[in-house]
């Protein structure tokens, strides 16, 4: 018989730490301490740009025309001074292309990078809910001691102006992403009038409003822990050349008070684990819960500069430099994946630079290919006309094929801002006449070159 002890299952050791109970997975709510450092300045200025341009986008205009509205309702989409219609919308799969192979190779390279200092979640929560939390519950000890405490009358009006000041700022950003898709205009004029008005926007607005205030005033880390699915994917991307937040364990072990000259440079403050969001121990070794948000980084060197030690002991290294080996920056893999990123990004510029103001397209009507009636042949078509212009159009539509008669009605039409009409069109040629192709051609009265369609004409075989 086997030994029982073998088939028991490994379990982490009672060092590991975690926002999630390793034994139970119940969570332990982390409350993490301030920190003041490089790397957090540069985090703070960053997620103030970010913040700055979730405001600044629907309101700033390029060439007349918004910076960025993607007005769902009507069709149209601005981005950066190009106006988009619907017919547009295989861009999309481009644009996606080249952002998710740019973000694969930053993270092959820097890690989850994104994750600490340019996700939504972290900006939000470190940018603007985690300082309303620090002003009304203060700092991490004060706050602790109190929770370890029975309720008062300070604690709980702490916790009611710390909860009503996270459903104002949930409200606010809330109310700023909508922007993008009424334009900010639109949204003061709604704001302005009665809710019945517009039930739609309103009702998006309250469940927005909600979810970000159960988000980020309960959820928190777990979207990152739990729900996230970049952060899964981490074991493909990252490898042992990659840059981490890691702890020098040949430097910082074995650990010891600051004047044991046989202990190593970390002297175990857990100054590291109280500064963590997610609330887990760097020292532990690479964790898919470490967001590489750099607190710790700043946490340490703080403690190395007042014990007049070099700073570094934890840093951004890769594994292999953790280990005293040399780092390989280009890869194989970072080649392809680059390579996939600027396919995405030419294959869109491309695109956008060769994108017409009228859009033509010619479709065969549903029914028969063809019809032959009183000594002529019949074929039936669609033609779509869009209009990518924020401005009324005006166009005249014409046919031309050798051999060929065009029945379209109206010759001249006015086309709408972003608008697309649907003309029937009908080709006839006389019996006899054999397959071939013919254009529709679209000219603007104003003048230009004309906006052609291709077509082909069928007809029985003899």
């Known amino acids: 018989m086997k030994d029982p002890e073998r088939r028991r299952l490994p379990v982490l050791p009672e060092t590991f730490v975690s926002s999630l109970d390793p034994h139970d997975g119940k969570r332990r709510l982390p409350i993490p301490a301030d920190v003041h450092g490089r790397f957090t300045t540069a985090r703070r200025i960053g997620f103030g740009l ?5 405001i600044i986008a629907p309101l700033a205009r390029l060439g007349g025309r918004p910076l960025v509205f993607l007005d769902v ?90 909860h009503l000041g996270f459903v104002l700022l949930a409200a606010a950003v809330s109310h700023a992403a909508m922007s993008l898709f009424v334009s900010w205009p639109g949204l003061a004029a709604m704001m302005q009038g009665s809710p019945s008005l517009h039930p739609q926007a309103f009702a998006w607005g309250v469940v927005t409003t909600a979810v970000l205030y159960g988000h980020f005033a309960f ?45 190593g440079a970390c002297v175990d403050c857990n100054r590291c684990v109280a500064v963590c969001p997610t609330g887990i121990d760097i020292r532990n070794g690479l964790q898919l819960d470490c967001i590489g ?68 397209q010619l479709l065969r009507a549903p029914g028969a290919p063809f019809v032959v009636e009183d000594g002529r042949v019949r074929n039936s078509f669609i033609l779509v006309v869009g209009n990518h212009r924020d401005a009324t159009l005006k166009v005249e539509v014409s046919g ?59 007809a029985p075989t003899h």
């Open 50 to 54: 970010l913040v700055a341009i979730l």
């Open 400 to 458: 031309k094929g050798e051999g060929l008669d065009f029945v379209l009605s109206p010759a001249s039409l006015e086309l709408a801002p972003m608008g697309t009409v649907r003309l029937p069109l009908v080709v006839t040629g006389a019996a006899g006449t054999s397959s071939r192709t013919f254009h529709v051609a679209v000219t603007e009265t104003s003048g230009g070159s004309p906006h052609e369609a291709e077509g082909r004409f069928l």
């Open 219 to 263: 959820f928190r880390e777990q979207f990152c822990l739990v729900l996230c699915p970049y952060g899964r994917i981490q074991g493909v991307l990252v490898d042992r050349d990659t840059l981490v937040v890691g702890y020098d364990e040949r430097r910082g072990e074995p650990r010891g008070k600051a004047g044991d000259p046989t202990a």
């Open 293 to 360: 948000c750099s607190a710790c980084i700043d946490a340490c060197d703080e403690v190395m500069d007042k014990l007049e030690r070099p700073r570094g002991l934890v840093r951004f290294d890769s594994q292999r430099g953790l280990d005293g080996e040399r780092r390989r920056v280009m890869r194989p893999r970072l080649a392809i994946y680059a390579a996939l990123g600027v396919a995405g990004f030419g294959v869109f510029a491309v695109s956008v630079a060769r994108h017409d103001d009228v859009a033509t």
């Open 73 to 162: 309702a009507r069709r149209q989409f601005f981005l950066f001074g190009a106006s988009f219609g619907e017919s547009d919308i295989h861009l999309l799969f481009f644009v996606l292309t080249g952002l998710g192979f740019s973000l694969v190779v930053a993270t092959a390279m820097l890690g989850r990078v994104f994750c600490g200092f340019a996700c939504p979640q972290t900006v939000l929560l470190e940018g603007l809910f985690r300082p309303i939390e620090r002003l009304f519950e203060g700092s991490r000890a004060a706050r602790m001691k109190r929770d370890a405490g029975g309720w008062t009358v300070g604690r709980a009006a702490r916790k009611v102006g710390k």
